[in-house]
């Protein structure tokens, strides 16, 4: 199946061929269908992270858009900054073939331009909740020609605490002409449901679930360390054995990213530098920091579950729960960073997911694994054998001190050598 048999416009197709996107995945062919066969219907569509859940609203949205009208008619809303980029983005790669005008809304940064942006008659808006509302309240935007109102992420938006900001956006958005409400998650709780029920004056909701059976990522290789001392001790060496090309760390709060990145930073064993990113730096400091990664500059991030929503980073090779997350739907999306689709949903390109598992743990992961339906592989610690000694520290490896204690385990073939990128010395820190 591609997108002509979709009966998808040639000028669309044609875009989509040049970004290398040849065959709609299942949820974007659901989604197109039903937008188009039911008029009257709200949507609620989940597939597993990666899937292409973007472009399975945006492609309808884009179809259906009037670019005569110089009016708002579709509102997307998103959890976090980088996701409302990236949105915004895939919508603007159709610019010209309707000649659009897209308005990204949110906080941070100057509300001035955004106003504009409105004002000049934007037929899309991709909004953050917060920066939305201030402007709804000072009346620079209004939902009335509003015709498609779509939340993406929306788990994780009403898990972040945005439910009530949602649920005074939906009242705005849905009172006049009621819009139709399209909703994409990785996962649908009860709580979305009843959610969407609410808002949805009588109208059908149809469900599209793609992947029910298998929620992660199946080229994802998942496995954890059960960790019996020390965790940053185990994760230095952990980190050093994996030898990753282009990585994500999760841990549980901002405090403990930014401490771990700066032991991390000052750890003569690794060989690359980390960097920390999370909510509380200003935004013109993310956006460097996503783009340093972006272009590989950075190889290796440190963060919360912030980082995990939405944000596409291709080929993310690693993904390490430094500290699990402490339920398993964070687990899907911080792990669906990694193993994501590129040509075709054929080709997804394989990564790892890797958890340190502590005693206090167990129960956690317990729940990861019922909740994917995945056991995840336990891994013997490394040892001194395992770990390829890097070129700045060989000399400083003892391999006695580590042998003694954990000369039991299997040993493994040791990794390549790390790319020249990476052997790069590192800046004396202070
Ligand atoms: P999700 O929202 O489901 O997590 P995204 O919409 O962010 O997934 O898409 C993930 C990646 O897959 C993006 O890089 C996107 O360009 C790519 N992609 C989306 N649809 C297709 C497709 N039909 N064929 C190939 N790649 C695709
Ligand atoms: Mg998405």
Not at 37 to 44: D, G
Not at 116 to 142: C, F, N
Not at 178 to 202: C, E, M, N, Q, W
Not at 287 to 293: A, H, M, P, S
């Amino acid at each position: 199946m591609d997108f002509q048999a979709l009966k998808l416009d040639h000028a669309l197709v044609r875009i989509l061929a040049e970004h290398e996107i040849l065959s709609p995945t299942e949820i974007q062919m659901e989604s197109i269908r039903n937008f188009r066969q039911h008029p009257r219907s709200h949507l609620l569509g989940q597939a597993k992270t990666g899937s292409g859940k973007t472009l399975a609203f945006v492609l309808p949205v884009i179809e259906h858009l009037n670019p005569k009208i110089p009016y708002l008619q579709t509102l997307v809303i998103v959890p976090t900054r980088e996701l409302c980029k990236q949105v915004a983005s895939v919508f603007r790669l159709f610019e010209s073939y309707k000649d659009l005008q897209i308005a990204e809304i949110y906080g941070g940064v100057s509300i001035k331009l955004q106003i504009e942006a409105i004002k000049k008659g934007a037929q899309v808006a991709v909004a953050t909740p917060g920066r939305l509302i201030d402007l709804y309240h000072q009346r620079e935007i209004d939902f009335r020609s509003v015709k498609v109102v779509v939340l993406d992420e929306a788990d994780k938006m009403l898990n972040m605490g945005f439910l009530p900001d949602m649920r005074f956006l939906l009242m705005e958005a849905m009172q006049n002409i009621t819009p139709r409400l399209l909703l994409y998650s990785a996962t649908l709780s009860h709580d979305i449901k009843t959610f969407v029920h609410d808002f949805a004056h009588g109208d059908p909701i149809l469900e599209m679930n793609v992947s029910t059976d298998n929620l992660t990522v199946d080229e994802c290789e998942q496995s954890y360390y059960a960790i019996p001392g020390n965790k940053y001790w185990n994760f230095v060496r952990i980190l050093r054995m994996e030898n990753p090309e282009y990585a994500i760390i999760f841990t549980k709060t901002r405090i403990k990213a930014e401490e771990l990145s700066r032991r991390l930073n000052q750890e003569k064993d690794i060989p690359f530098q980390v960097q920390y990113i999370s909510g509380d730096l200003s935004q013109s400091e993310r956006e460097k920091i996503v783009k340093t990664f972006r272009s590989r500059e950075i190889i290796c991030l440190i963060g919360t579950d912030v980082l995990a929503r939405g944000l596409d980073f291709l080929q993310v090779t690693h993904v390490f729960n430094y500290d699990l997350p402490d339920n398993a739907e964070k687990y899907v999306h911080r792990i669906g960073r990694t193993a994501r689709v590129s040509g075709g949903e054929k080709n997804v390109l394989s990564g790892k997911a890797i958890s340190l598992v502590t005693a206090s743990d167990r129960k956690k992961l317990q729940n990861i694994e019922d909740f994917t339906g995945i056991r995840l592989q336990l891994k013997p610690l490394p040892n001194s054998n395992t770990i390829y000694p890097s070129p700045l520290v060989s000399a400083k490896v003892s391999p006695k001190v580590s042998q003694k204690s954990e000369n039991s385990q299997k040993p493994q073939k040791p990794r390549r050598p790390p790319a020249s990128h990476r052997r790069k010395k590192k800046k004396p820190r202070k």
